[in-house]
Nanobody, 119 residues
């Protein structure tokens, strides 16, 4: 069994910052790409940021220059530093990871963490 456990969500004022963390645990041989998605009420889930095993990154245009994704391979953990937050960043944020283990290679999702940007 593989689990992705997220932390760090909450309520923040516009212009503020939050840092999300997501740790993968269980039977893991290696972790390929890791990323963050978000889903706002009434909208489809969208990619926020992605980081490969070689630390190449990709960001949604809406968060470029404000969010930074990083990872700690020794801890199988991915982070999302979110600065200059806007009300439109309000959503449930989901961690995603492509994991290799004895069952093969497949994607896993975290349970989601709520981020609310409001004054």
């Amino acid at each position: 069994q593989v689990q992705l456990v997220e932390s760090g969500g909450g309520l923040v004022q516009p212009g503020g910052s939050l840092r999300l963390s997501c740790a993968a645990s269980g039977i893991i041989f290696s972790v390929n790409a890791m990323g963050w998605y978000r889903q706002a009420p009434g909208k489809q889930r969208e990619l926020v940021a992605l980081i490969t095993s070689g630390s190449n990154t990709n960001y949604a245009d809406s968060v470029k220059g404000r969010f930074t994704i990083s990872r700690d391979n020794a801890k199988n953990t991915v982070y999302l530093q979110m600065n200059s937050l806007k009300p439109e960043d309000t959503a449930v944020y989901y961690c995603y990871a492509t994991i290799v283990n004895h069952s093969g290679t497949r994607g896993y999702w975290g349970q989601g963490t709520q981020v609310t940007v409001s004054s």
